[in-house]
């Protein structure tokens, strides 16, 4: 990436901004810190600065703030909002809370400026690519926050609809602070030269038909829970495995009752999942969700019948369906629906 400092105003003009990631909010910052350190020890590598990116466009009408924020309230127009997509899951998109928004804001603010690092970077006086710019808000694609449903190899965010837009105008990328990055970058430039610049990403298979890591686990993970339960659900019905006075406190006071709900549950739950993920159904994403949170569900319902303090086996097996639910938010659900108004 390269770019350089804003020199005086011009009458055209794209300047960078980079944020440190929480400026202004102890828990965001907070948050984002524990989030880097994570991702480094994982790749190995020291922990960085993390760094939020936004734009101004300055023409010879107007002057835009360009930058994906949460939505503040009902007012869209007023901040010059041009779309909006969910953050996290598509379906908490129906929430505010739950959603981001894209302006482009006559005469607006950007939010921390005197905090940017490095900035601002003057990327490009040229007239043409400034409309290109421009014209291509009305076409950012209103991915999921967070997750990478165009299997661009990382999150969607903030900063990958700023690359997304300055790759698919032909604007030249900035640099980077020293020690920074900036999460989710590389995926709008991704994203952007797959299509060629233009189109909304919107396939949710991948590319070569290459599963994701993060799905190719949980296969591995439901495959080796459905064996252990049905373990576990054998034992129980035949008689194999006693439960001595704790067989007292099971419903009905039944441990065959007991072993075909282990089996109903942590066993033939997971294996249809699978198998209905092996099939690349469209529900099996939310189906991955379900094997989790009945795994977890399990375990409460477990300990609170049998009494605490837990065994190490029920630790375990909690933080089971925790794993699972965490690699389930990785992939990607059905796309979301679009809101779009037509930029100046």
Known sequence: MTGRTAPASTAVAVDLYWLPLGAGASVVRWNGRVYERCSAALARRRPLELYHSALIVTTPAERYVIELAPVADGDGAARGVVSGGPVGLAGLGRFRPFRYELRCWPHGKLPDAEHAVASPQRLTEEPLLVRALLEQLNRVPTATW?????RAGEMWNSNSVISWLLTSAGVPLPSLPPRGRAPGWDAGVTVAR???????MTTTEPAGGRRPRAERFLLWLE???????????VGLVTGGVDLGPATASLPFGSVVFAGLALGVVN????VVVALAALR???WAVWGHYLVGAALVGWIVVQVAVLGWPPHWLQITYFLYGL???GLATRLPLPAPGEERVTVP
């Open 223 to 233: 495959v080796l829970l459905a064996i252990g339960a049905l373990g576990g659900a």
């Open 146 to 150: 967070g997750r990478d449903e165009h």
């Open 267 to 270: 066993c033939l739950l997971p």
């Open 194 to 200: 797959s299509r060629g610049g233009g189109a909304t």
């Open 280 to 282: 690349r159904a469209p």
């Open 323 to 325: 794993v699972i639910l």
